[in-house]
């Protein structure tokens, strides 16, 4: 086996130009796949952390029918706290679940007494939301970091066009779930930076300043967002809580609740989606320029060297042996670009993160984008390479080896 | 027993729609540790007979035993096999493999063919360099050195995997004559010790004269046989 490497990477040293064109040629495809893989990849999981942890949570429950009206955040599809009851006790029995939180959601008017315009709010505990969803704390662009009762903290684009600023009091004014109308004063505590998906643009206050607003004796809930330990496991913690929560039906039968995670509630999903596909016809493209380039040289080598090839056969090697000298060649070749691109890709990511490139993502401003190259990216991306340099090279060995040596000798 | 049984052999090509008769119906017996010679003018069939005996093609018609092996009925895999426990090759062209120096080309045929141990193989080897008188060249590569040395090595080549036949088709047609007669009387030396067959071709009257068995080949046909030291018949 030794001697089949020995014999390979000398032959590829006998034509330095050419194997080093070959090699040069998987190494830029290498490079080009794993710095797209990893901008995109990082892209992806910065946008999904920003989407999941200062908004959403990784996943939400409702009462069942209410994310498909969740636009009218409609008050007559809140859980009633008999209800919320059994879900917590659900919630806090799921060892995969790291932090929840209920929230009221409604809709409402919003004045700082000269101006009146829409909003939507969320009633939250704030403790407990800034536990499920860490990053909220990281859009308040001004103000304090905190929520109290009597607080609200509303989006920048409407303070910005109702022109409040931090420490000024507002009025909010909401209709309650039988049609009649209620009105209480808050003191703006914060501003929020948008976020990109449903409920970026929405104020935050006191979940019991909320149920105060909305006339209800004990706080309802329109939305429980979670936060599990291993985000990874996001698929089987969904179905684990789907199949507890299915047993709570009520008088008709109907299930109760419903569970979503992230990816059903936020359109950036689909982009996610899509730089999935288009990282997958990268790779596809650099399995095209491996296959060419490693069968058109073995092509060659073996065109070159048929009376070689003569007279090792003549002199008793084996089919299979000459068949595995020539793949042996090929494989060396693809570990040879594969390697070079390693390290000249990883050197690309890295000099990216020095340099620290920063994007816009709609209302996101300035942010900076951190590239991460998993190990595994680069095995895969590596066994790809010489995976597809080996079954190029096949056919040209399987040539090689099916010679006549009398013929091959013969061979000028 | 005979090292070559030929028996009637013939072989044709089909050239479009002609048939060559190459051979027409050969035959003869070589002994063990002979040294013969078979010489003809061109197209008179040398280098067809040597490739049958080489187990590189197979007749058309009849028998031929190499080393008590009937070759017409190994298969592709087999026939490598037999010439690489059984035989080695001298080429006209030296056929080294440029990638390997003087010792690694002589020590392939005990890597890739057989399996040879390490502590034997470079025994061997290292007797052979001394023997074809290259030892101080071993680790120079083919195209450093000269044809004669080349066609020693690929003596030595022939020789390491201590074979019962050593096939030679011209060896000497790319040398000078003296250098000729060098390779030609390195093989008599190699088979005074070795007692191993030396079978080559060659239409170089005065290198015949070296070999103590002569095949005289005309048209396909063996036309005279004339054996050195007693026999000669026809
Ligand atoms: N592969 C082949 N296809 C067709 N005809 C062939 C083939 N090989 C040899 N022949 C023919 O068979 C005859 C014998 O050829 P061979 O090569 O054995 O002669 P030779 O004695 O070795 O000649 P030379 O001294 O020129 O090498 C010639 O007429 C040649 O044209
Ligand atoms: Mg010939």
Same mark, same amino acid.
């Given at each position: 086996?030794?001697?089949?490497?020995?014999?390979?990477?000398?032959?590829?040293?006998?034509?330095?130009?050419?194997?080093?064109?070959?090699?040069?040629?998987?190494?830029?495809?290498?490079?080009?796949?794993?710095?797209?893989? +990893?901008?995109?990849?990082?892209?992806?999981?910065?946008?999904?952390?920003?989407?999941?942890?200062?908004?959403?949570?990784?996943?939400?429950?409702?009462?069942?029918? #209410?994310?498909?009206?969740?636009?009218?955040?409609?008050?007559?599809?809140?859980?009633?706290?008999?209800? #919320?009851?059994?879900?917590?006790?659900?919630?806090?029995?799921?060892?995969?679940?790291?932090?929840?939180?209920?929230?009221?959601? @409604?809709?409402?008017?919003?004045?700082?007494?000269?101006?009146?315009?829409?909003?939507?709010?969320?009633?939250?505990?704030?403790?407990?939301?800034?536990?499920?969803?860490?990053?909220?704390?990281?859009?308040? +662009?001004?103000?304090?970091?905190?929520?109290?009762?009597?607080?609200?903290?509303?989006?920048?684009?409407?303070?910005?066009?109702?022109?409040?600023?931090?420490?000024?009091?507002?009025?909010?004014?909401?209709?309650?779930?039988?049609?009649?109308?209620?009105?209480?004063?808050?003191?703006?505590?914060?501003?929020?930076?948008?976020?990109?998906?449903?409920?970026?643009?929405?104020?935050?206050? /006191?979940?019991?300043?909320?149920?105060?607003?909305?006339?209800?004796?004990?706080?309802?809930?329109?939305?429980?967002?979670?936060?599990?330990?291993?985000?990874?496991?996001?698929?089987?913690?969904?179905? /684990?809580?789907?199949?507890?929560?299915?047993?709570?039906?009520?008088?008709?039968?109907?299930?109760?609740?419903?569970?979503?995670?992230?990816?059903?509630? +936020?359109?950036?999903?689909?982009?996610?989606?899509?730089?999935?596909?288009?990282?997958?016809?990268?790779?596809?493209?650099?399995?095209?320029?491996?296959?060419?380039?490693?069968?058109?040289?073995?092509?060659?080598? =073996?065109?070159?060297?048929?009376?070689?090839?003569?007279?090792?056969?003549?002199?008793?090697?084996?089919?299979?042996?000459?068949?595995?000298?020539?793949?042996?060649?090929?494989?060396?070749?693809?570990?040879?670009?594969?390697?070079?691109?390693?390290?000249?890709?990883?050197?690309?990511?890295?000099?990216?993160?020095?340099?620290?490139?920063?994007?816009?993502?709609?209302?996101?401003?300035?942010?900076?984008?951190?590239?991460?190259?998993?190990?595994?990216?680069?095995?895969?991306?590596?066994?790809?390479?010489?995976?597809?340099? =080996?079954?190029?090279?096949?056919?040209?060995?399987?040539?090689?080896?099916?010679?006549?040596?009398?013929?091959?000798?013969?061979?000028? | 027993?005979?090292?070559?049984?030929?028996?009637?052999?013939?072989?044709?090509?089909?050239?479009?729609?002609?048939?060559?008769?190459?051979?027409?119906?050969?035959?003869?017996?070589?002994?063990?540790?002979?040294?013969?010679?078979? =010489?003809?003018?061109?197209?008179?069939?040398?280098?067809?007979?040597?490739?049958?005996?080489?187990?590189?093609?197979?007749?058309?018609?009849?028998?031929?035993?190499?080393?008590?092996?009937?070759?017409?009925?190994?298969?592709?895999?087999?026939?490598?096999?037999?010439?690489?426990? /059984?035989?080695?090759?001298?080429?006209?062209?030296?056929? *080294?493999?440029? =990638?390997?120096?003087? #010792?690694?080309?002589?020590?392939?045929?005990?890597?890739?063919?057989?399996?040879?141990?390490?502590?034997?193989?470079?025994?061997?080897?290292?007797?052979?360099?001394?023997?074809?008188?290259?030892?101080?060249?071993?680790?120079?590569?083919?195209?450093?050195?000269?044809?004669?040395?080349?066609?020693?090595?690929?003596?030595?080549?022939?020789?390491?995997?201590?074979?019962?036949?050593?096939?030679?088709?011209?060896?000497?047609?790319?040398?000078?004559?003296?250098?000729?007669?060098?390779?030609?009387? *390195?093989?008599?030396?190699?088979?005074?010790?070795?007692?191993?067959?030396?079978?080559?071709?060659? /239409?170089?009257?005065?290198?015949?004269?070296?070999?103590?068995?002569? @095949?005289?080949?005309?048209?396909? +046909?063996?036309?005279?046989?004339?054996?050195?030291?007693?026999?000669?018949?026809?």
């Amino acid at each position: 086996m030794n001697n089949l490497f020995k014999i390979a990477v000398r032959n590829l040293l006998r034509y330095k130009r050419r194997t080093l064109l070959t090699a040069s040629l998987i190494t830029i495809g290498v490079v080009f796949v794993l710095v797209f893989t +990893s901008v995109t990849g990082s892209f992806k999981a910065m946008m999904i952390g920003q989407i999941t942890d200062s908004m959403l949570g990784h996943l939400q429950v409702h009462r069942k029918g #209410y994310v498909a009206s969740i636009d009218n955040l409609p008050l007559n599809l809140n859980i009633k706290p008999k209800a #919320y009851q059994k879900l917590t006790e659900a919630l806090k029995a799921a060892p995969e679940i790291a932090a929840f939180s209920p929230r009221l959601k @409604f809709g409402g008017m919003f004045s700082n007494f000269t101006e009146t315009t829409n909003i939507r709010l969320n009633g939250i505990y704030p403790d407990r939301e800034f536990q499920t969803v860490p990053l909220l704390t990281s859009r308040i +662009s001004d103000g304090k970091k905190t929520l109290s009762r009597g607080e609200i903290m509303i989006p920048t684009l409407l303070a910005k066009g109702l022109k409040i600023k931090v420490g000024d009091t507002v009025v909010v004014v909401a209709t309650n779930v039988d049609g009649s109308v209620n009105g209480k004063q808050f003191v703006v505590s914060g501003i929020l930076e948008s976020a990109t998906g449903p409920g970026g643009r929405d104020g935050y206050l /006191h979940i019991e300043d909320a149920a105060e607003v909305l006339r209800m004796p004990e706080a309802e809930i329109s939305e429980v967002a979670v936060r599990l330990k291993d985000f990874s496991r996001l698929p089987a913690a969904v179905r /684990h809580l789907e199949g507890q929560l299915a047993g709570e039906v009520n008088k008709e039968g109907h299930p109760i609740f419903e569970v979503h995670s992230w990816e059903q509630l +936020s359109p950036f999903f689909n982009i996610a989606r899509m730089i999935d596909v288009m990282t997958f016809f990268i790779k596809i493209m650099l399995i095209a320029i491996v296959l060419i380039s490693i069968m058109n040289v073995m092509i060659m080598a =073996v065109y070159e060297r048929i009376r070689e090839i003569g007279t090792i056969a003549a002199i008793g090697t084996l089919p299979g042996r000459i068949l595995s000298m020539f793949v042996i060649e090929g494989f060396c070749l693809g570990v040879l670009g594969a390697i070079i691109g390693d390290i000249v890709g990883s050197a690309i990511v890295l000099i990216i993160n020095v340099i620290g490139i920063r994007f816009d993502f709609a209302q996101q401003k300035g942010l900076l984008l951190t590239t991460t190259l998993a190990p595994s990216d680069l095995l895969v991306i590596s066994a790809i390479v010489i995976v597809v340099a =080996v079954l190029a090279s096949l056919q040209p060995a399987f040539k090689a080896s099916r010679m006549e040596p009398i013929a091959a000798l013969r061979h000028v | 027993m005979a090292l070559i049984i030929a028996d009637n052999i013939r072989k044709d090509y089909q050239v479009g729609d002609v048939v060559v008769h190459a051979l027409q119906g050969v035959g003869f017996e070589i002994e063990p540790a002979s040294f013969v010679s078979f =010489v003809g003018p061109s197209g008179s069939g040398k280098t067809t007979l040597l490739n049958l005996i080489g187990c590189l093609d197979k007749p058309t018609a009849g028998t031929l035993t190499v080393a008590d092996t009937d070759i017409a009925r190994l298969d592709r895999k087999e026939s490598a096999a037999f010439r690489g426990s /059984h035989l080695g090759f001298i080429f006209q062209d030296f056929n *080294l493999l440029p =990638v390997l120096t003087v #010792y690694e080309n002589i020590e392939y045929p005990l890597l890739m063919v057989q399996n040879v141990p390490p502590a034997e193989r470079k025994e061997r080897i290292e007797r052979l360099l001394d023997a074809v008188g290259m030892a101080d060249q071993r680790d120079k590569y083919p195209d450093q050195i000269s044809g004669g040395q080349k066609q020693r090595v690929a003596i030595a080549r022939a020789l390491v995997t201590h074979p019962a036949l050593v096939l030679a088709d011209e060896p000497t047609a790319n040398l000078d004559s003296q250098t000729a007669y060098a390779v030609i009387n *390195l093989m008599k030396r190699m088979r005074d010790e070795l007692a191993t067959t030396f079978i080559f071709s060659t /239409h170089d009257q005065k290198i015949v004269g070296e070999a103590e068995g002569i @095949f005289r080949l005309e048209d396909g +046909s063996i036309v005279a046989k004339e054996m050195k030291g007693g026999a000669s018949h026809e």
